[in-house]
């Protein structure tokens, strides 16, 4: 999405504007900022909407030329990302740059495509919803976390659900859902997976407890799972989930 809109030069340069593209930004649903450069005194316009839309920022100028004959400068960039980059630390926004380049050079190609990898994981991060199968096991100190440090600083979410839900769930896959059931334990056997050494009615459990964790997924539209399988799915249910994880 571009600004050209916004004025006869499509540029942003009036920290007036600045809320007039954060609205428009914002509902076109953009993941990131990249604001290139071509002088200086724009900054505080730049940084407002930095502040406003809050996503990855990236500043970028061109490399700026010799002065003229003259001694008149075309365009003064460097000084432009300074004084933007300065004001963006004031407000606090997060951001990163790209050296002064032409758009040919291999400097600029490696930074846009790295802040476009960036960007795409902040827009997984934030908003996730996780998946939590019963605690973490009490020796497992390695593995705690704060649930409302995630809620109020990345605005991630953690949906639990007992254990003994997910068997129950698992067993009525077993015992009644057999359609769903033999076209998975088909498509294994299929793919010549060796589960010999487990037995026909551990493989049926394993699967039915894949098919009962991708039920819950999809109801909770989850992003990620932990679930807790050391020891007390095993005890509870025969067998363990490494498989029904992996699938």
Known sequence: MDIDWLNEDGM???????????????EKDVDA?????????TESAVAKLGKLINKPLLLWGP???????????TRD??????ATSKILRRFGVSFTYITNSRIEDKIFKK????????????????????GMISTRPGEFWSVMFNERELLEKFGIEVIPI???????????????????????????KE??????AIGEENLKKIVA?????????????LSAVAIQCWMALPDEYGVAPCFANSM
């Open 191 to 196: 793919k010549k997976i060796d589960c010999s």
């Open 111 to 130: 930074g846009f495509d790295n802040f476009l990898r960036a960007a795409y994981v902040v827009k997984a991060f934030r908003n996730m919803r996780i």
């Open 33 to 41: 900022l990249f604001l290139p450069h071509c002088n200086f005194g």
């Open 209 to 221: 407890l894949k098919l009962a964790m991708k039920k819950w997924i999809e109801e909770e539209r």
């Open 63 to 73: 490399r700026d030329d010799i002065p003229m004959a003259n001694e008149i400068r």
């Open 77 to 82: 960039t460097q000084c432009g990302l300074f």
């Open 162 to 188: 007992a254990l003994t839900e997910i068997i129950a769930l698992a067993r009525d896959y077993k015992d009644k859902n057999k359609t769903e059931l033999r076209a998975v334990v088909k498509n294994i």
């Open 12 to 26: 942003l340069y009036d920290i007036k504007d600045s809320e007039k593209v954060y609205k428009y930004f914002l």
